[in-house]
């Protein structure tokens, strides 16, 4: 069984301390939901997990292996993906292959490289709403056309852990409870360790196992969502 555990991590930014000894544990096909406000640290937490930003004590490990010491492109090869709250953020310091779309080429050609079927590529955009665009470059889409884009690219690639921040912010409410629903059962089924991060917790119902809070720089001990 694959697991992201954090054992007491810290985080600081400009010698500010951001988080202070993070425990916690996300199970295979876990969904955990990480609710704070604005500015809160729920967006350096999970690029920290990605290795963006070094935490400054304690232990991550992914399964049995230690990864307090791989890079970002190492941990994303090792399995650990994210979808930010704005896609331009990681990218440059990270690998393109794990982009969050490649320019230059259409939204149907950057889901048919991942998930090498024209016809699954098709299923895809569908349900995510992207169907009538799928002849357009991606730099010409929407801000949320973008994120849901970024979504169907890193869960086609099958991580074993997926970071997920504020994924549903610029979707319209029409298609989000079919989002939420596809993509929960999607996780479930490739057995994804998943963390979703938002400032909302209404957004956790329907698609989050568990939920923390970050209160005074830590998470509070794990929720289940009935």
Not at 19 to 38: A, F, H, Q, S, W
Not at 77 to 93: N, T, Y
Request: charged content about 25%; some cysteine.
């Amino acid at each position: 069984m694959i697991s992201i555990f954090l054992d007491k991590i810290s985080i600081s930014l400009n010698d500010t301390v951001i988080l202070r000894d993070v425990t916690v544990k996300i199970d295979e096909r876990e969904i955990l939901g990480i609710i704070g406000p604005n500015g809160s640290g729920k967006s350096i937490l999970l690029s920290a997990i990605l290795g963006v930003h070094k935490h400054l004590s304690g232990h991550m490990h992914l399964g049995d292996t230690c990864i307090d010491d791989l890079e970002i492109y190492e941990r994303g090869v090792k399995g650990i993906l994210l979808v930010p709250q704005s896609l331009h953020q990681f990218w440059m310091a990270w690998h393109p292959k794990f982009c969050g779309f490649r320019p230059g080429v259409t939204v149907l050609e950057n889901v048919c490289d991942i998930v090498k079927s024209n016809s699954r590529a098709l299923e895809w955009l569908e349900i995510f709403g992207l169907d009538l665009v799928k002849g357009k470059d991606p730099s010409h889409l929407s801000w949320g056309q973008q994120q849901r884009l970024a979504v169907i690219r890193m869960c086609a690639f099958k991580p074993k852990v997926l970071l997920l921040d504020e994924p549903f912010a610029a979707t319209d409410w029409r298609i989000k409870k079919e989002l939420k629903l596809y993509i929960r059962k999607y996780l479930k089924q490739n057995d994804i360790a998943t963390i979703f991060t938002s400032s909302d917790p209404d957004t956790t119902k329907g698609f989050c196992d568990s939920i923390v809070q970050i209160k005074d720089l830590k998470l509070t001990s794990k929720s289940k969502i009935c």
